[in-house]
């Protein structure tokens, strides 16, 4: 399927965008210089097992730009596609560079507190970040919705682990970082969760398949770039439950409120997607 064909109005989208837009006024913005206690940080006070938490998911928040990127590519501005469909792209851009501006300031929140903290040298975890930078980073869908489903996903299971690690910390600086980074990612939840109920109330069971696709072969970000990514994710799911099948339950409530009637095939796509979170 193209791309272009499967698409929302754009004024739906825009109604999304707006909604985000609205949630996230100038007042909620927050900075990485300021905002925080950067000369009490202490990584002391944390267990080895937090500090590797911090290190993890400090690379998944430093390859924003691969997924803005995707962004990019998947729906561009340019003389490429057709008017409407640069209409379309070009309100969607409007989300994209305010997510991508709160991400890279999540990454360099978590850069930081791991300098002041001790966890890292500066100059070094520079590098290393750069290493896993520029690997490539992909999601090959064919259908709109799949992007939107993926970050669903991926936005509520960051938020939901960021919440759990918070109440483990050791350190209150660190706890202070995870309290924002947790909100900002509930609202870009909060703005996919939208754009996957208006593709469900208008294309219908067309957004059925497509959804299924995306818990079928989901992967967590650098779950395939990452060196000992596998080994990694299950250490620090001994500190706090890091287990992105949590936020499917997340998922099925969007499905839920979007279908007023359900059809056999939205029925068998959440029973899917409970058996995909059971059998995890």
Known sequence: MN?????????????????????????????????????AADADRL????????????YIEDHLPGYFDVYQRNFPIDD?????????????YHF???????????????TRYQEASGIAE??????ELAVEGRKPFDLPYAHPVQFFAYALVQEKATQMYYQQ???????????AVLTRLSRDEARHFSFMADVVTRYLRI????????????????????????????RWALRIADV??????LAYEHLLKVIDRAVDARTDRVDELATFIAQCRSLA
């Open 47 to 58: 267990t080895e097992g937090q500090r590797s938490a911090v290190r993890f998911v400090t």
């Open 80 to 92: 490429t596609v057709d008017l409407p469909t640069a209409v379309h792209n070009r309100e969607l």
């Open 3 to 39: 791309l272009e064909s499967a698409l929302l109005p754009a004024d739906e989208l825009a109604a999304a965008v707006d909604g985000f837009l609205a949630a996230s006024p100038a007042t909620r913005a927050w900075d990485v210089e300021t905002a925080f206690d950067w000369a």
């Open 203 to 230: 294309q219908g069971d067309a957004a059925v398949e497509p959804i299924r696709d995306v818990i079928a072969g989901f992967r967590m970000p650098l779950a395939d770039t990452l060196r000992g990514y596998w």
């Open 96 to 110: 994209t560079v305010r997510w991508a501006l709160e991400e890279d300031t999540h990454a360099r929140a978590l």
């Open 240 to 245: 706090a439950d890091y287990d992105h099948t």
């Open 122 to 127: 500066r100059a070094s975890l520079r590098s």
């Open 165 to 175: 690690l918070r109440e483990v910390s050791g350190d209150p600086v660190l706890g």
